[in-house]
């Protein structure tokens, strides 16, 4: 199928769709349900060149930062702080023993 035909028949499955917009995946899924046998890849290819994807969502929105991620002590054994908004840890915690 060429890729002409190929994306008529994207467009035809976005149009048939209810919502606003549609990504390749499922595009692709609903090709393959009509039985048009084509490459996923291939889908995301055209509906890239054609603008055709779904919005996507960016990233939440951050406040500014209060430094550049450097922290440089005025001198050696001073107590600095943090405000632990985000706190990364490994391993497991054992449950207290009463």
Same mark, same amino acid.
């Given at each position: +199928?060429?890729?002409?035909?190929?994306?008529?028949?994207?467009?035809?499955?976005?149009?048939?769709?209810?919502? %606003?917009?549609?990504? %390749?995946?499922?595009?692709?899924?609903?090709?393959?349900?009509?039985?048009?046998?084509?490459?996923?890849? &291939?889908?995301? !290819?055209?509906? !890239?060149?054609?603008?055709?994807?779904?919005?996507?969502?960016?990233?939440?929105? &951050?406040?500014? !930062?209060? %430094?550049?991620?450097?922290?440089?002590?005025?001198?050696?054994?001073? +107590?600095?702080?943090?405000?632990?908004?985000?706190?990364?840890?490994?391993? %497991?915690?054992?449950?207290? &023993?009463?």
């Amino acid at each position: +199928m060429p890729d002409a035909a190929l994306l008529e028949a994207i467009r035809a499955v976005l149009a048939a769709s209810p919502f %606003h917009g549609e990504g %390749h995946r499922k595009v692709w899924a609903r090709l393959r349900m009509q039985g048009v046998r084509t490459s996923r890849r &291939r889908v995301l !290819r055209l509906m !890239r060149e054609h603008d055709l994807l779904a919005p996507s969502r960016v990233g939440s929105p &951050r406040g500014p !930062r209060n %430094h550049d991620g450097t922290i440089i002590p005025d001198a050696v054994d001073i +107590m600095w702080g943090t405000d632990m908004t985000t706190t990364w840890t490994v391993g %497991h915690f054992e449950k207290p &023993r009463c």
